[in-house]
């Protein structure tokens, strides 16, 4: 038994059964023994890898995504916001790109975990750091989240013969076991299974009130689903050394994400903006990875193969090209923005 899961198997003991959005704030966030408060995942011997740590060719690629925007917002001052920074890998990148255009934004950092915080500090230095968006400033904003969304609070719930009800954590014999609510109210929806995350629908309803108020644009990249490819069921995993491990394996040791559900997102965000939706993939390759990876690979013959490999991770179909999705989202009155002029 993890410490966490003394803690957490005490908490049910006392008031009974709790969410799947309950367990993984305390397993991702507990200020002792949570996952991300207590390590970085990302690191040589971490986890799992996300596509800044795959190659500096994505945050680049956002970097020029984040100067087209600011050219067609008129080159003004604005906050370049990141949700969720990881080790600060994607920031890093995306600012050398812009300070070679000219551009030099106010660079925020929004971060819960202290250990992540501090390597976000050594690898952008003078970037602002705030806990939460509600700390950033109001203003011109360009924001970019990611894989932040799915390592938020997720609950689910699951259509039975008995109506809907929620997942749940409770106990058996002395054992973290799921199990399932009283019926829950009804959902309206035709799918047998949801996943709802008031702390995302939070967050991204004011990153649209932001952009209602103020131009500029975000940009959510995560791996996630639309009503095309909605997958047989709940998505909450759990990963360890790069491996998948059962949910309740482990509590505080294992990183815990849940897929997107890119239609919910973005109908919370074309409230106030217009939105476009388009692969990873698709993305990467309108923004130009395939040049950039082939003038890296000119001038450093020796790194050829590595970075044909990341070129192929982060945009083949079968890898994360597909899997993954952007969504952007601008203020009213701006163009489209580049990777999503078809709106589609
Ligand atoms: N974007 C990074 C890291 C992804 S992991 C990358 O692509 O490599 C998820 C990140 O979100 C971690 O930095 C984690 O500490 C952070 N995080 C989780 N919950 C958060 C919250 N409520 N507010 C801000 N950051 C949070």
Known sequence: MTPLERLIAREI???????????????????RHGYYATRDP?????????????????GEMIGVWVAAVWGSMGRPEFNLVELGPGRGTLMADMLRV??????????????TS??????????????????????VPDGPMILVANEFLDALPVHQYLRTPQGWREQQIGLSNDALAFGLSAPAPDRETDRDWLEVSPMADAITAEIGQRLARH??????????????????????????????VPPLHAPGECDLTWL??????????????????????????????????????????????TIADALERLT?????????????????????PPGFEARP
């Open 13 to 31: 003991a006392q008031t009974g059964p709790i969410s799947t959005a309950r367990y993984m704030e305390l397993c991702l966030s507990h200020p």
């Open 260 to 305: 997107i559900d890119f239609d919910r997102t973005r109908a919370l965000l074309a409230a106030h903006t217009a939105t476009g939706l388009t692969s990873q993939g698709a993305f990467l390759t309108a923004m130009g990875i395939g040049p950039r990876a082939q003038s890296l690979a000119q001038a450093a013959p020796r790194d050829a193969d």
């Open 316 to 336: 083949a179909p079968d890898q994360m090209g597909t899997l993954f999705k952007a969504l952007a989202a601008t203020s009213p009155g701006l163009p489209p």
């Open 215 to 244: 131009p500029g644009a975000a940009l959510i990249v995560d791996y996630g689903y639309t009503g095309a490819d909605v997958p047989p069921g709940p998505s909450l995993q759990a990963l360890r050394n790069h491996e998948h």
């Open 114 to 135: 202290p250990a992540l915080r501090a390597e976000q500090a050594k690898r952008v230095p003078g970037a602002n750091q705030a806990g939460a968006l509600q700390d």
């Open 98 to 111: 812009l300070n070679n255009a000219g551009c030099k934004p106010s660079a925020w950092l929004v971060e």
């Open 42 to 58: 990302l690191g040589a011997a971490g986890d799992f890898t996300t596509a800044p740590e795959i190659s500096q060719m994505f």
